[in-house]
T-cell receptor, first 109, second 112 residues
């Protein structure tokens, strides 16, 4: 079973920040939080990952709570091309990933 | 990072036949995985392809139905055997490089 809980779907206005929440209350100490997205008919695309510190890259920011039981992926300026299913996954570094249902993000003009 | 090439990208097959999907990686990787994504669903792990030994299958998947080869550290194949319409899915190859997993673009299989 997936170890994460995400909303099934979310909408976001183009140009605004998209904040995607994820609960992972059973995360263990050596497990990372990974975010991937899947645009229709394509393979999953890596976005970002973190262990306990907040992380930022050219695509997104990852905010992990101090107790590590939840996190938020932030797309700072969502575009129509960010419409996708976003998967929050917890797992050990370098191991296989267990996917949950993900959040279907719809960016609207 | 790792770049993965999967072949074929899509196929339409008759029931009862078999299809072999190839996964080629541009670098040597220890761990390779095969996933299935049924229509409208999330990804489900089929098996871990181990170099030099038999693949490790997840619950609900068996070697007779999904035989896997891993002849070297850059290549693997997944065969979908004796296909039925229920096997219509996207099949994805994944590798781990460092702390990240990378995915191929998938093989969209339709069984008629």
């Amino acid at each position: 079973d997936a170890k994460t809980t995400q909303p099934t779907s979310m909408d976001c206005a183009e140009g605004r920040a998209a904040n995607l929440p994820c609960n992972h209350s059973t995360i263990s100490g050596n497990e990372y939080v990974y975010w991937y997205r899947q645009i229709h008919s394509q393979g999953p695309q890596y976005i970002i990952h973190g262990l306990k510190n907040n992380e930022t890259n050219e695509m997104a920011s990852l905010i992990i709570t101090e107790d590590r039981k939840s996190s938020t992926l932030i797309l700072p300026h969502a575009t129509l091309r960010d419409t996708a299913v976003y998967y929050c996954i917890v797992g050990n570094a370098g191991n296989m990933l267990t996917f949950g249902g993900g959040t279907r993000l719809m960016v609207k003009p | 990072s790792a770049v993965i090439s999967q072949k074929p990208s899509r196929d339409i097959c008759q029931r009862g036949t078999s299809l072999t999907i190839q996964c080629q990686v541009d670098s040597q990787v220890t761990m390779m995985f095969w996933y299935r994504q049924q229509p409208g669903q999330s990804l489900t792990l089929i098996a871990t392809a181990n170099q030099g030994s038999e693949a490790t299958y997840e619950s609900g998947f068996v070697i007779d139905k999904f035989p896997i080869s891993r002849p070297n550290l850059t290549f693997s194949t997944l065969t979908v055997s004796n296909m039925s319409p229920e096997d219509s899915s996207i099949y994805l190859c994944s590798v781990v490089a460092g702390t990240e997993a990378f995915f191929g673009q998938g093989t969209r299989l339709t069984v008629v």
